[in-house]
């Protein structure tokens, strides 16, 4: 079996009979199989059923933005969405990038199989990274056969399509793509908050990291074009959108590749990640612009020009280091030394002094020394990242570090441990640093342990806790920051008028 999918894997019925000739193109197509499962929704509403949904979301903010248009979909078909122990219909959007995401998975679905005997109309629907890997779908034919619809990365728009098959009794719907055959945008996403919103400005990665599965099984960097791009933030501004997320698994390579009519062509060498950052902050209506992920070895003088003359641009850049060694960079295959990230988070620093700067650490990768976590110890001290976000390295069959010889577990805990309470020391230190400021706050929504608080975030990416009236909820106000409590803060908002 190959490790990734190679070749397209569907059972979608083609003796199919419609009265009506059926789309070809899309999103025309899509739109289509949406207006019969809204029929279908419909019926059943008709008969006292009131059909509902609960997306399950696993992994990083792409798959966030993801769901987050799929329920777009499913409430523009009559669904409503509701908790996951009540839906009708669930969606598992899966991450493999570590394995216990995949174990995740797989409890959720064996406390669900009970009510496949209970509920008739009960449905699960899997899709997202997992999907694309040939042993994740033999063993969910094999193991879960309740499941009723699976599909992959690139296909995520013909949920209308699938779901229309399987509501009609046809067996388990199964489609998988090896590769991107064009890309079909999701427009309509049912946001969790109605002021912010992720815009994907590229899909896949060309990097290739020893250790990580998402070229494999996001495919080729691709870029959208910048008019796509900025269409949406605009549209996105329309409806209200006060913060953008431009999102990409490294943005800072954004315009090499650009997809077109099934080919990934190169490259625009005029119009990169500075030029598009530049033009969202032109768009009227946008407040914020934030971005992610940025890599290392690609983040040029040029960007950091970009955000230093414009004040739209939040103060917080996302840099994963991984590892403070630079012979266990080179392993990784990241293409930058220790001196060469110091030198780089210096260059940030001397130019935006007030800059947050997170980070992504793994512990536990072959080959690794207790003095390759003193380099990374002595990285996350020089850099004073606010946050790190630290992984214990998961192998992953078919990358080039899941043959290498791996570190028994007990050691990689200790060495986490021990590299964890330096991040805590230092993330504390960090946020200590605007105390009794005031920074300006967008509201995100009503604090669920203090009563009569709210909860928001500086652009910095600080979370503030402050009391306030839930009214303030997606305004920008400003927020005295009296209190650090190391990772947040508690504020007084000294004027809630001037909100806007
Ligand atoms: N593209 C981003 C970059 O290069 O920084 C990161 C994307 S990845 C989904 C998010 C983080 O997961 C990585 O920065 C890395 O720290 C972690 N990660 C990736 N593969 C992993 C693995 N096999 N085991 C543990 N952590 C992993
Ligand atoms: Fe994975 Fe590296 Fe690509 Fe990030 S840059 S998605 S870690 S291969």
């Keep these: 079996m190959p490790l990734f999918n190679a070749r397209l894997i569907t059972n979608l019925p083609e003796d199919y009979s419609f009265s009506e000739p059926v789309p070809t193109q899309e999103p025309e197509r899509q739109e289509y199989f949406t207006e019969l499962c809204r029929n279908y929704v419909e019926t059943n509403r008709e008969k006292g059923i009131n059909l509902t949904y609960a997306i399950v979301t696993f992994g990083c903010q792409m798959n966030v933005y993801d769901s987050e248009r799929l329920k777009g979909v499913l409430e523009k078909m009559g669904y409503t969405e509701a908790e996951e122990r009540e839906a009708n219909l669930v969606i598992f959007n899966t991450c493999t990038v570590r394995e216990n995401a995949n174990q995740r998975l797989y409890g959720h679905l064996g406390q669900l199989k009970p009510r496949k005997k209970t509920d008739p109309n009960f449905m699960i629907g899997l899709c997202g990274c997992m999907m694309q890997e040939p042993k994740v779908v033999a063993k969910i034919n094999e193991s879960y056969p309740f499941v009723d619809f699976l599909f992959g990365t690139f296909n995520l728009h013909r949920l209308p399509e699938l779901l229309f098959y399987r509501l009609q009794g046809n067996k388990r719907m199964i489609e998988v793509l090896p590769e991107p055959k064009e890309h079909v945008e999701i427009k309509g996403a049912k946001r969790k908050y109605p002021f912010k919103s992720g815009v994907n400005i590229m899909y896949g990665c060309n990097n290739f990291c020893t250790y990580c599965i998402v070229p494999y099984v996001r495919g080729r960097e691709r870029s959208r074009t910048p008019e796509d791009i900025l269409q949406d933030v605009r549209e996105l501004s329309e409806e209200g959108v006060r913060e953008i997320m ?164 007990d050691i990689v805990k200790t060495r986490f441990q021990r590299l964890l309470d330096v991040v805590n020391e230092v993330a504390h230190e960090r946020c200590g640093r605007f105390e009794g400021q005031t920074k300006e706050v967008l509201v995100e929504e009503e604090n669920v342990q203090l009563e009569g608080y709210l909860t928001g975030r500086t652009e910095e990416n600080i979370l503030v806790h402050f009391p306030g009236n839930k009214e303030l909820i997606g305004k920008f106000v400003p927020v005295k920051l009296s209190e650090s409590k190391g990772f947040y803060y508690i504020g007084v908002c000294e004027n809630p008028a001037s909100a806007e």
Excluded: W
Aim: glycine letters at 6%; a negative charge.
């Design 246 to 409: 431009l999102l990409g698994q490294n943005v800072n390579s954004y315009g090499t590749n650009y997809m077109e009519e099934s080919k990934i062509v190169s490259e625009n060498p005029d119009y990169g990640f500075p030029e598009l950052l530049t033009d969202v902050c032109k768009i009227d209506g946008i407040h914020r612009v934030r971005f992610m992920t940025s890599h290392p070895k690609d983040l040029s003088d040029k960007l950091i020009d970009v955000i230093v003359r414009n004040p739209k641009v939040c103060r917080h850049i996302h840099l994963p280091v991984q590892i403070g060694s630079t012979r266990l960079l080179a392993a990784m295959n990241r293409r930058y030394t220790k001196e060469g990230y110091l030198a780089l988070v210096d260059k940030i620093r001397t130019a935006l002094p007030e800059v947050s700067l997170t980070t992504d650490i793994m512990v536990g990768f072959p080959g690794e020394t207790e003095e390759d976590i003193d380099d990374t110890i002595d990285v996350v001290r020089r850099s004073g990242f606010d946050q790190a976000f630290t992984f214990i390295y998961s192998p992953r069959t078919g990358t080039p570090a899941a043959t290498m010889e791996q570190i028994p577990e």
